[in-house]
C-alpha cells in the first residue's frame, strides 16, 4: 500500500457550524468532495529533481580560510 493509499482511506471530519443536512445532502456533499479531492490529487505531480550520478558521490568543497579571524588564542 502507497502513501497515497493510506491517505485516501483516512476518514475526514466534517462539522456543520449552522443548519441541518439530511442523508441525501451529505452523500451529495461528500461525493463531490472526494470527487474533486481524487482529481486534485491526480493531477498534483511534483517533478523530482535529477541528480546525476557525479553529484551524488562529489564531495563538498572546503569553506574558505577567514583571513579577518586571527590564529592562535594568543594574538594581541
Not at 443548519?19 to 505531480?45: M, S
Amino acid at each position: 500500500m502507497t502513501d497515497t493509499d493510506a491517505n485516501s482511506n483516512r476518514a475526514a471530519d466534517l462539522h456543520f457550524v449552522r443548519g441541518t443536512a439530511n442523508e441525501e445532502e451529505l452523500a451529495a456533499l461528500i461525493a463531490v468532495v472526494t470527487d474533486a479531492y481524487e482529481r486534485e490529487a491526480a493531477d498534483a505531480v511534483a517533478e523530482e529533481p535529477s541528480v546525476s550520478a557525479w553529484r551524488r558521490t562529489q564531495r563538498s568543497l572546503r569553506a574558505p580560510l577567514r583571513r579577518d579571524i586571527p590564529w592562535g588564542r594568543f594574538s594581541g
